[in-house]
């Protein structure tokens, strides 16, 4: 069995506590071999909301890969977004922003998708697309191959197609030919889970999370984490899990068998 833990958006700076110590027992209980944070680790990039975010890694002990998100970057110092936008990022979780993490059964491959220059909107440049293929090509046989990027890259509703990556187009068309499984993302605080292709439903899926720990939840939605296991007969399925105040736990809601 193949497990990966995948949350998102956990805003650190607005975390809620019990949230966050309920997300470290549902690692501990499921011992996954890898936990997934796809951007937005921070609520506005401060030294302090970082030392929070690499307490809650330390805590997890176990494997990490984590991206930057949007709000990673500095937004109201205007001279460390310019000059050193990821400076403090990279004190607390590490020099790679794009790290790659492989065992066994596992392949996955994080892509820095923030842009300075940019205020909330995701890129993706042509040497990344290149190189994030050419990776997913060398996989080994038997490997579930999983993308990592904080913005979504299709959208659910149509209020958040003005948050959809740039570049996404291009970059899906080439990682589905490089044989993709999953694209994980975050940024919208809305967890679903769609087909890369809606013609090709085996040809990968886009795997969305809410916020996993910040009171910035969207509507109705809850601080929900999702848990993607493989079996070993190749069977792969996708679990939300919702956060319930009533248990300060989280627990199952939903299941989506993926067709890879």
């Known amino acids: 069995m193949t497990r990966i833990l995948h949350l998102s958006d956990t805003h650190f700076g607005t975390e809620r506590k019990p949230v966050v110590e309920a997300a470290l027992d549902l690692a501990r209980s499921l011992a996954p071999d890898l936990v997934v944070l796809s951007g937005d680790i921070t609520q506005r990039a401060r030294r302090g909301q ?29 001279f460390a977004r310019a000059l050193n936008p990821y400076g403090n990022y990279k004190r607390a979780l590490g020099a790679v922003l794009e790290p790659v993490f492989e065992n066994d059964g596992l392949l ?38 999983v993308v990592v990027a904080h913005h979504p890259v299709r959208a659910k509703v149509d209020s958040d197609l003005s948050n959809l990556l740039i570049g996404r187009e291009h970059a899906l068309d080439a990682w589905k030919q490089a044989g993709v499984d999953l ?13 890369l292709d809606p013609s090709a439903p085996a040809g990968g899926w886009i795997v969305q999370a809410g916020t996993a720990c910040s009171h910035r939840v ?16 190749g069977g792969c399925h996708v679990e939300r899990w919702d ?16 067709a890879l």
């Not at 969207?218 to 993607?228: A, D, K, L």
């Open 50 to 78: 970082f030392a929070a975010a690499r307490k809650f890694i330390e805590r997890l002990s176990l494997p990490v890969l984590a991206v930057p998100g949007n709000h990673d970057i500095p937004l109201f110092n205007l």
């Open 183 to 195: 694209v994980l993302g975050g940024h919208i605080h809305l967890p679903y889970v769609l087909p």
């Open 218 to 233: 969207r509507g109705n939605v809850p601080n929900s984490v999702n848990v993607i296991a493989r079996d070993g007969e």
């Open 243 to 258: 956060y319930a105040a009533g248990t300060h736990a989280f627990a199952p809601v939903d299941r989506t068998l993926v």
């Open 108 to 145: 996955a491959i994080g892509v820095n998708t923030t842009r300075p220059r940019r205020r909330k909107d995701g890129e993706i440049s042509g040497g990344q697309i290149a190189r994030v293929a050419q990776r997913l090509r060398q996989a080994r046989p038997g490997q579930l191959r």
